[in-house]
Nanobody
Framework: QVQLVESGGGLVQAGRSLRLSCAASGDAFSDYNMGWFRQASGKDREFVAGINKSGGLATYGDSAKGRFTISRDNAKNTVYLQMNSLKPEDTAVYYC??????????????????WGLGTQVTVSS
């Protein structure tokens, strides 16, 4: 079992930056690949970024490429999402996810094992 708690969301102006954090507890953090997803109001949840257990491999959704960076600190049981050059269309609830199988973190439909409750990010124009 893994419990995930996101933090760092808030209201920010377009063009600014935010860093989200996701603190994990329970099973060994280094046993899990980690990911970030987001869901805007009225839209489906979409993949933002994923990182493997060691932190040596990261993948990004199209909306995140070039602006967002995922990282993890296994000593702190925490995964981060650094978001730069934010746009109003980045407004969404951002969710942290964990799974032992990396490819599952690319899709909501794949049956990801663990989810956090989300943190709201609002980008004003």
């Amino acid at each position: 079992q893994v419990q995930l708690v996101e933090s760092g969301g808030g209201l920010v102006q377009a063009g600014r930056s935010l860093r989200l954090s996701c603190a994990a507890s329970g099973d060994a953090f280094s046993d899990y690949n980690m990911g970030w997803f987001r869901q805007a109001s009225g839209k489906d949840r979409e993949f933002v970024a994923g990182i493997n257990k060691s932190g040596g491999l990261a993948t990004y959704g199209d909306s995140a490429k070039g602006r967002f960076t995922i990282s993890r600190d296994n000593a702190k049981n925490t995964v981060y999402l650094q978001m730069n050059s934010l746009k109003p269309e980045d407004t969404a609830v951002y969710y942290c996810a964990a799974d032992r199988i990396y490819v599952r973190l690319r899709s909501v439909e794949s049956g990801i094992k663990y989810w956090g409750l989300g943190t709201q990010v609002t980008v004003s124009s």
